[in-house]
């Protein structure tokens, strides 16, 4: 594993306020691991960026001979992750420079590539990783188009507190899938690449913006932390342009459209 000692500390996560649209974060991992090969019996199991540890557990239950890992760069979320099950293998790392000791057969990455630069070199990398017929399965937001994530970006850009995030690095756009196609090509056999739109029927008020907190607002709101009333002004801010674009309805359910891409592919 590589020592994560000297890297610089990322953007805090949040379980409570992570987890609490849980169900609708779900979704995409379910429909993820429903298409996983079936002759599939993998013995060295990785789950990268695997946040609580919720879907690093379910591959132990369906797996209980594999030897399971999960990779996260947060302390809490691993924290809770021990917690709930003490005998996988947890790990913090930045799964930006990982590589396993031994290879693996199943790697698993649910909503965490999206924060990585570089999907040619990250690809690249978790072929290596992956032993011969061993399978990568990745979900990741196509989040960087969508309205709420520009608005983020428009209200970013606005004073009082533009300069303090002019060099936040948040969410990049998602390569084509053609694109993605053309990286697994050379390595990887049995390519399916798909995406789905979820439309998240989400409760409470300013429901988007406490979405958002859980992940695209992390960095944000981390450069911000030494100034409670820039941060507070800032999500004030947003929280009203994301109340006029996606208005709380009369039933009290606030409706977000949500694009997802989905990769799973056999190493050759």
């Not at 698993?108 to 570089?118: I, T």
């Not at 899938?177 to 053309?182: H, L, Q, S, W």
């Not at 029927?201 to 709101?221: I, Q, S």
């Amino acid at each position: 594993m590589t020592d994560t000692s000297r890297q610089p500390p990322g953007p805090s996560w949040d379980p409570v306020q992570y987890q609490r649209f849980e169900a609708e974060r779900d979704r995409a991992a379910q429909d993820l691991l429903a298409r996983l090969p079936p002759d599939l019996a993998p013995r060295e199991i990785w789950d990268l960026g695997c946040g609580a540890g919720q879907h690093a557990i379910q591959l132990k239950r369906r797996h209980p001979g594999a030897s399971v890992h999960g990779l996260d760069a947060s302390a809490a979320m691993l924290e809770r992750a021990r917690s709930a099950e003490p005998d996988i293998d947890w790990r913090q790392g930045d799964l930006a420079v990982w590589t396993p000791e031994v290879p693996a057969d199943l790697i698993l990455a649910n909503a965490s590539l999206q924060w990585v630069p570089d999907h040619a070199a990250v690809f690249s990398r978790l072929a290596v990783a992956l032993a011969p017929g061993g399978v990568i399965a990745v979900q990741m937001p196509m989040a960087h188009e969508t309205r709420h994530h520009t608005l983020m970006r428009d209200v970013a850009g606005q004073e009082p507190w533009a300069g303090r995030l002019a060099g936040v690095r948040s969410i990049a756009p998602l390569l084509s899938a053609e694109a993605y196609y053309d990286l697994l090509d050379r390595d990887f056999t049995g390519i399916d690449i798909w995406s789905t739109r979820y439309l998240h029927v989400l409760g409470g008020p300013d429901a988007v913006l406490e979405w958002m907190k859980g992940t695209a607002l992390r960095p944000y709101m981390s450069t911000l932390a030494d100034d409670a009333a820039t941060g507070s002004a800032f999500l004030s801010a947003l929280g009203a342009r994301l109340a006029e674009a996606f208005p709380r309805r009369p039933d009290g359910a606030t409706l977000l459209p949500f694009p997802r891409l989905f990769l799973i592919a056999r190493r050759r």
